[in-house]
Every structure is written in structure tokens, then in C-alpha cells.
Nanobody, 114 residues
């Protein structure tokens, strides 16, 4: 299984970014998928996950600002991030939920700075 995250970049506070994750797993549709992030000096944390039935769960810090969605046909899971804050700066990763240690990829850097 390969999970490739993309879409990161440098934005100003209040702006938006859309992250995408492409999966190669044949069992993608039955897996809950999640987005995680790790800021410098901090532990990796769950940002959002989406179950196979489309139900979602978000970290309190991103509720109302981030939206996770999946496209099973395309084997993609996306994270729309609006109203970004400086504290959202981190490397963002996609993985199953709960995460499989062997499937962590390189992630994509999101930097929110004025």
C-alpha cells in the first residue's frame, strides 16, 4: 500500500488549502481514512478521519474549519482547510484510521504565516 499526500504550501492566516491523498490499496473503500499532522517539537496528532460509510470525526481544534471527504472510485481522500491559523503549521500525513505504522509516507508541509 502506498499513500501519497500532496497539496501543501505556504499561505497566510485566514486562507485555504486543499490536501489530497492518493491510495493504492485495493481495500481502500472499506478502510476508515484519516489525516494527521505533526508540528515541530510536538507529537503527531489526528486531524480528521472518515469511515467507510462517510461519517466523519474531527479534532476540536479544526472543527468548523476543515472538511474531510473521500472518493472511493478514485481512491482519494481530501482535506479542505479553511480559515487557516498559524497553529495549523505542520507536516500533514494521510493514513488509515487507526493508522498503520508501515504506511506513513513523507507527508506534505503546510505553513501558515504572515
Amino acid at each position: 500500500v502506498q499513500l501519497q499526500a500532496s497539496g501543501g504550501g505556504l499561505v497566510q492566516p485566514g486562507e485555504s488549502l486543499r490536501l489530497s491523498c492518493a491510495a493504492s490499496s485495493r481495500s481502500f473503500a472499506i478502510n476508515a481514512m484519516g489525516w494527521y499532522r505533526q508540528a515541530p517539537g510536538k507529537l503527531r496528532e489526528m486531524v480528521a478521519y472518515i469511515r467507510a460509510d462517510g461519517s466523519t470525526n474531527y479534532a476540536e481544534s479544526v472543527k468548523g474549519r476543515f472538511t474531510i471527504a473521500r472518493d472511493n472510485a478514485a481512491k482519494m481522500v481530501n482535506l479542505q482547510m479553511n480559515s487557516l491559523k498559524t497553529e495549523d503549521t505542520a507536516v500533514y500525513y494521510c493514513n488509515t484510521h487507526p493508522p498503520a505504522p508501515q504506511w506513513w509516507g513523507q507527508g506534505t508541509q503546510v505553513t501558515v504565516s504572515s
